[in-house]
């Protein structure tokens, strides 16, 4: 099976400006969670969804959010881009009832 | 709150010597535990995990792992290290919500480093 997808790879935006990552879970994984890894936090939990419902949700401002698609396919948006974004966004999925979440490559955004 | 320490930044180990990474956690109930690693540019790599049963969990790469309740650890061990090995490990541990979603919270990381 393929593995976890996110796209893009590589994001450079300027303060101020949104942005909107993509990922594709394994098939016929259905739950899908985001975290944010940087240097100074670590990997920090954003949300998860499963069946197009967020299930869960870090403690993040609600500059962040996301959304999922009845192919379980996941989006997350970032509006009013701070520096503090710049960031490797992760995506993970697991199937309904499995503990074991499976990483894409992540996107790595750099916000100027 | 559910939650994992490591209590190590860099871990140094000749290749051909057994490595432990440590990991100890703070849960509430029973611990769901996992260790993965993230290779330079590299999105994370399930290792292996602990949900019940046996102590002792063997993993993917030769890594396993030992639970120890009475300690609170989760330690990652290879009987002999490769310098393929060397990458940056998470621990971390499963929390749920009222909703029934869940998500991970992970350690710091550790950066283990093989040298031949």
């Known amino acids: 099976k393929a593995g976890v997808t996110q796209t893009p790879r590589y994001l450079i935006k300027t303060r101020g400006q949104q942005v909107t990552l993509s990922c594709s879970p394994i098939?016929?994984?259905?739950?899908v969670s985001w975290y944010q890894q940087t240097p100074g936090q670590g990997l920090q939990f954003l949300f998860e969804?499963?069946?197009?419902?967020?299930?869960n949700k870090g403690n993040f401002p609600g500059r962040f959010s996301g959304r999922q698609f009845s192919n379980s396919r996941s989006e997350m948006n970032v509006s009013t881009l701070e520096l503090g974004d710049s960031a490797l966004y992760l995506c993970?999925?697991?199937?309904?009832?499995?503990?074991?979440?499976?990483f894409g490559p992540g996107t790595r955004l750099l916000v100027l | 709150a559910q939650s994992v320490a490591q209590p190590e930044d860099q871990v140094n180990v000749a290749e051909g010597n057994p490595l432990t990474v440590k990991c100890t956690y703070s849960?509430?109930?029973?611990?769901?535990l996992f260790w993965y690693v993230q290779y330079p540019n590299r999105g994370l790599q399930f290792l292996l995990k602990?949900?019940?049963?046996?102590?002792l969990v063997k993993g993917s790469y030769g890594f396993e792992a030992e639970f120890n309740k009475s300690q609170t650890s989760f330690h990652l061990k290879k009987p002999s290290a490769l310098v393929s090995d060397s990458a940056l490990y998470f621990c971390?541990?499963?929390?749920?919500?009222?909703?029934?979603?869940?998500?991970?919270?992970f350690g710091k990381g550790t950066s283990l480093l093989v040298t031949p």
């Open positions: 993970a999925s697991s199937l309904p009832v499995q503990e074991t979440q499976y």
């Open positions: 098939s016929g994984h259905r739950s």
């Open positions: 969804y499963f069946s197009e419902t967020q299930r």
């Open positions: 849960v509430s109930g029973n611990p769901y």
């Open positions: 602990y949900i019940t049963g046996d102590n």
């Open positions: 971390a541990v499963r929390f749920s919500n009222s909703n029934s979603g869940y998500a991970l919270n």
